[in-house]
């Protein structure tokens, strides 16, 4: 039999607690939070197809019918990874260095917003693990 460990403080002492609609329920002797051991239904690599969908601008509906989950399911994962992404770029931005390497590198977006571009821009430049947020006017 496969250990299982509590969802949410991560601990292996745990006990049977009942059963709901079919599946088998514990309870954590360390947190006293109720968890199962039962799979997503979806799996990671269809949220990821969702979330691409979302972005080249297929609407939620849609996302829900082409992969069989509900419109709420889909939102879901979408703010989800929304938060992620929020939290990840703050912590990039606390690791922001106020130098800038001497060599960059741009590509053509960079040209296209230096002649068409009216008003001031701005960017995420990434090296390695380094992280710099650059301002264009």
């Known amino acids: 039999m ?3 460990s509590c969802t949410h403080c ?3 002492e745990y006990q049977r607690n009942g059963s709901s609609q079919g599946i088998q329920r514990y309870i954590c ?3 006293t939070r109720c968890f ?3 799979v997503p239904k979806f799996s990671r690599e269809v949220r ?4 691409q969908m ?3 601008n297929v609407g939620i509906r849609k996302i829900a019918l082409f992969l069989g989950a509900s419109p709420a399911g889909v939102l879901k994962w979408i703010r989800k990874a929304g938060q992620e992404l929020s939290e990840r770029l703050q912590q990039a931005a606390g690791q922001v260095e106020q130098q800038l390497p001497d060599v960059i590198e741009m590509d053509e ?3 296209y917003v230096q002649k068409n571009g009216n008003g001031q821009s701005s960017g995420l430049l990434i090296l390695d693990n380094k ?3 650059l301002r264009l006017k």
């Not at 990821?48 to 979330?51: D, G, I, Q």
């Open 2 to 4: 496969k250990r299982i």
């Open 10 to 12: 991560g601990s292996s």
């Open 29 to 31: 002797k360390r947190c």
């Open 36 to 38: 199962s051991n039962n």
């Open 48 to 51: 990821e197809k969702a979330l």
């Open 54 to 56: 979302y972005l080249n």
């Open 109 to 111: 977006i960079y040209t």
């Open 131 to 133: 992280v710099a947020l």
